[in-house]
Structure formats: structure tokens, C-alpha cells
């Protein structure tokens, strides 16, 4: 089986962009999960996405926003990009609501 | 809310020694406890998960144990290898489903 995939690896972009990060899960997941990793914060939960609806939410402002497709694809979108959104976005593939496997990440730096 | 308190922040050990990493939480209806390994470049890697039925688990050279009434669980590493040199993540599931995890473990193996 194909691991979580995500798109891109690394974007670049300044302040006041916004930025659309794309997640593939493992085929039969249902279950995508976002999560922000920050050398300060460590890894964050941002929201959760099963069968194309939100499902939980973690404490994050509405400039972080996500969807989910019919095939399960996930997308998250950061608008108006500040300096502290400078981070590693983690995609969590999961079948059930606990063993959680992670894609490789998207490295975003804002400038 | 759920807090996961992880120890030590870095270790060293030589070749073939045992490494220990602890963590506590502070949700006493927690029920699974993931390990995660991160090398450079990369997502987290599940390396193994214990559910609240179980005091202890074991894979290779690998072992978790669990104590419910104290609150804490450990990730044993036996037979040290540079290869086992990454960062470890404790996690805890949340109330929403979501993992919350320690600020992590930076493990460095000495050849």
C-alpha cells in the first residue's frame, strides 16, 4: 500500500498570501487529521476531516481552514499568512479514530 | 485541557545501551498511548502504541509500558543502534480523537 502523500514539500511565500497544502491518505482511510509542528510549540492538532465533514477542530484562528473530497484527498488553507505560520504541516492518514500514520510533510516558510 | 509532559528532552547513550524516555498525562480517561519516531527531513513514524488494557507491550527491541494509576508510560529501547538516533514523540489520544503529543526526545547514539 501506498503511504500518505502530501503536496508540496516546501513552499515559500510572504506575509499576507495565502497557501493551499494538499493531502493523499492511505487508500481505505477515511480519516484525515492536520497538525502544525513548531520547534516552539511542538506538534499541534489542527482539524480533523472524515467523510468529506469536519469532525473536530483544534484551537487555531479562522485563517486555518480545510476541506475533504469524496476520494478522501484532503486539502488545508492558511489565508493571510503571518511570519508565525512558518511551520511543518503534518497529514495523519487514519482508518479508525486512533492509530494515526503520518505523511512526510509540507515545510512552509513565510517571509 | 489534556497535557503530556515528556523526559528527558535530550539523551545520549553509547552503542548498545538502553535507552528509557517517560511521559505523564493528565486525563485520566485516556485509553491510547502512541510512540512516534521522527528522523530528520521526515513525518512521524509510529513505532508502537499501547491501549489502557494492556500494562506492557513489547516489538523486538522495543517495549512500552503503561501505568493507568500513576498516569505515565515509558518507551524502553534495549541494544542501542546510531540507526535508532531520531526524536520520539509520546502522544496521547484527546478527547476529540485527536493526539496530543510531548514536546519530544532527542536520542543520539554513540558508535
Known amino acids: 500500500k501506498a503511504g500518505v502523500t502530501q503536496t508540496p514539500r516546501y513552499l515559500i511565500k510572504t506575509r499576507g498570501q495565502q497557501v493551499t497544502l494538499s493531502c493523499s491518505p492511505i487508500?481505505?482511510?477515511?480519516?484525515v487529521s492536520w497538525y502544525q509542528q513548531t520547534p516552539g510549540q511542538g506538534l499541534q492538532f489542527l482539524f480533523e476531516?472524515?467523510?468529506?465533514?469536519?469532525?473536530n477542530k483544534g484551537n487555531f484562528p479562522g485563517r486555518f481552514s480545510g476541506r475533504q473530497f469524496s476520494n478522501s484527498r484532503s486539502e488545508m488553507n492558511v489565508s493571510t499568512l503571518e511570519l508565525g505560520d512558518s511551520a511543518l504541516y503534518l497529514c495523519?492518514?487514519?482508518?479508525?479514530?486512533?492509530?494515526?500514520?503520518f505523511g512526510p510533510g509540507t515545510r512552509l516558510t513565510v517571509l | 485541557g489534556e497535557n503530556v509532559e515528556q523526559h528527558p528532552s535530550t539523551l545520549s547513550v553509547q552503542e548498545g545501551d538502553s535507552a528509557v524516555i517517560k511521559c505523564t498525562y493528565s486525563d485520566s480517561a485516556s485509553n491510547y498511548f502512541p510512540w512516534y519516531k521522527q528522523e530528520l527531513g521526515k513525518g512521524p513514524q509510529l513505532i508502537i502504541d499501547?491501549?489502557?488494557?494492556?500494562g506492557e507491550k513489547k516489538d523486538q527491541r522495543i517495549a512500552v509500558t503503561l501505568n493507568k494509576t500513576a498516569k505515565h508510560f515509558s518507551l524502553h529501547i534495549t541494544e542501542t543502534q546510531p540507526e535508532d538516533s531520531a526524536v520520539y514523540f509520546c502522544a496521547v489520544e484527546g478527547s476529540q480523537g485527536n493526539l496530543i503529543f510531548g514536546k519530544g526526545t532527542k536520542l543520539s547514539v554513540k558508535p
Open positions: 495523519a492518514s487514519h482508518q479508525f479514530a486512533d492509530t494515526q500514520y
Open positions: 476531516y472524515f467523510s468529506e465533514t469536519q469532525r
Open positions: 499501547i491501549r489502557s488494557n494492556v
Open positions: 487508500s481505505g482511510h477515511r480519516s
